[in-house]
Nanobody, 118 residues
Framework: QVQLVESGGGLVQPGGSLRLSCAASGSTFSIVVMAWYRQPPGKQRDLVAA???????NYADSVKGRFTISRDNAKNTMYLQMNSLKPEDTAVYVC????????????WGQGTQVTVSS
């Protein structure tokens, strides 16, 4: 299994930037996909961005061109660079990792709060 710990959340003004980190530990060699999800207040959790072990990325339309997902495999850390932040980006951002060994397993971090407000 893996343990996921997010960091980097906080309060930022509209148009500002924030960089989230997700540090993974445990069976990190089995991770095939890592992703960021977010859950705005009163809404469901939705995918923000994902990256495979090979570096392939995809993004939600709402963040495309503003957010960049990346991985540092040597540090077992995933990042989400968020630029041009909007109030609608306010949410709890949660790190996810999918492992594939004998079976596929999904793990979640505890989340980090991002608030975009004046």
């Amino acid at each position: 299994q893996v343990q996921l710990v997010e960091s980097g959340g906080g309060l930022v003004q509209p148009g500002g930037s924030l960089r989230l980190s997700c540090a993974a530990s445990g069976s990190t060699f089995s991770i095939v996909v890592m992703a960021w999800y977010r859950q705005p207040p009163g809404k469901q959790r939705d995918l923000v961005a994902a990256i495979t072990s090979g570096g392939t990325t995809n993004y939600a339309d709402s963040v495309k061109g503003r957010f960049t997902i990346s991985r540092d495999n040597a540090k077992n850390t995933m990042y989400l660079q968020m630029n041009s932040l909007k109030p609608e980006d306010t949410a709890v951002y949660v790190c996810n990792a999918v492992l594939k060994k004998t079976v596929v397993a999904s793990y979640w971090g505890q989340g980090t709060q991002v608030t975009v407000s004046s």
